[in-house]
């Protein structure tokens, strides 16, 4: 187990620079996830962890040994990529064997990792099978396989999942989480796939352009996103954002829409002060939204408009409403039988709103 930790990372391409300013350090044996748009560097980031790409400027470490011009077979990483990469022609077991025996490992130490290995993954029934008699998932084993049985301090893994179908991925993911903790072992792991990212990580980088927006925890980004990228990336549907003006009311604070007005107390109220007179980014998650009950006294939580579509998804459903010049989507509890063109109004939790500056887009919180 090692500490990986990068320190003001610069990445150039010629006049694109695909990373910019990186800071990070891990804890030891954390599961650490890079998210973010394609493009943004997750990769070229990953890459020069792994040695596969130089760095323009800054330094990298891994445990307490700077690796900058340490060569990837050095590093005692192990990486696992999109496209599993496995030797068509060799066998599972000499698949997995392969480097071991580069590295001129003792054959008996090579068959006890390999069996173990094959035995955390349960694939020993598969050993003398080629990787074209084997399934997606099952090619994926094997190639999760080839990096522990390498017995690195840190593994390196680049949209592993991404060539399975959805089924498989979702439990291929919870292998990999089982897996992570059972080995305890430092990984980095790249996805632009935010639930992915979410059910995964122990910490979040959440990357655009270069730079990264935030790093935290899963919930951490869910509840107080830093930014309105992050707010929107993180959270599926994504958060809805409405340009509104500020305004006070009897020391309370109102986000103020032609189609609306929310009003909002406590401490998020104080925050917003300074913006009385202004306009803001209003965010409001999609489950923080319901059917306007009876029950509902005031209009200083509802919003009124037009059903545009409605997609029921068994448990929940999915209003997307709109409001002139807005939309907003919604995700409601169990089945509503809403027609389009339908008026509909709205609850939203005022507790739970987001607001960010419309210059910086900075949370204000
Ligand atoms: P994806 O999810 O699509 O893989 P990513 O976040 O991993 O994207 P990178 O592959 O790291 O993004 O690319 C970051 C930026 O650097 C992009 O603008 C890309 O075009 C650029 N880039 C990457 N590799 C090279 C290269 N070898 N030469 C020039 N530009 C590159």
Redesign the pocket.
């Known amino acids: 187990m090692a500490k990986v930790k990068l320190n003001n990372v610069w990445k150039r391409?010629?006049k694109?620079v695909?990373v910019k300013e990186f800071d990070l350090e891990t804890e030891d044996g954390e599961f650490v996830v890079f998210v973010?748009p394609?493009?943004?560097?997750?990769?070229?980031?990953l890459r020069m962890i792994a040695g596969l790409e130089e760095v323009s400027e800054g330094e990298i470490y891994i445990g307490d040994r700077m690796v900058n011009d340490v060569p990837p077979k050095d590093r005692d990483i192990a990486m696992v990529f999109q496209n599993y990469a496995l030797y068509p022609h060799m066998n599972v077991y000499d698949n997995m064997a392969f480097g071991l025996r580069l590295r001129k490992v003792p054959r008996n130490e090579i068959e006890r990792r390999v069996h173990e290995a094959a035995k955390i993954l349960k694939i020993e029934h598969l050993l003398k099978r080629k990787p074209r008699e084997l399934s997606g998932g099952q090619r994926q084993r094997v190639a999760m396989g080839r990096a522990i049985v390498r017995e690195p301090k840190v593994f390196l893994m680049d949209e592993p999942l991404s060539n399975l179908d959805a089924k498989l991925r979702v439990e291929m993911r919870a292998e990999i989480s089982k897996l992570q903790q059972r080995l305890g072992v430092t990984t980095i792991y790249?996805t632009?796939d935010q639930i992915e990212a979410m059910t995964l990580g122990h910490r979040i980088v959440v990357?655009k352009d270069?730079e990264i927006q935030q790093v935290d925890s899963p919930l951490n980004l869910y509840n107080l996103p830093a930014n309105k990228f992050v707010a929107g990336f993180i959270g599926s549907p994504a958060m809805n954002f409405i340009r509104t003006a500020v305004e006070a009311e009897n020391g309370k604070i109102a986000f103020v829409h032609k189609n609306f007005r929310l009003v909002v107390e406590g401490p998020f109220a104080e925050e917003l002060k300074p913006y009385v007179g202004k306009e803001v980014w209003l965010g409001i998650r999609p489950e923080d939204i319901k059917l306007r009950s009876e029950a509902t006294p005031g209009e200083h939580t509802v919003i009124r408009g037009i059903v545009d579509v409605v997609e029921p998804l068994g448990a929940e459903t999915e209003i997307h409403v709109r409001l002139e010049d807005v939309k907003i989507t919604a995700r409601i509890q169990g089945y509503e039988p809403l027609k389009p063109e339908q008026t509909v109004e709205l609850e939203v939790d005022t507790a739970m709103l987001h607001a960010f500056d419309v210059e910086t887009e900075k949370a204000i919180a």
């Open positions: 391409f010629g694109v695909a973010g394609s493009g943004c560097g997750k990769t070229t980031t790249v632009h990357m270069g």
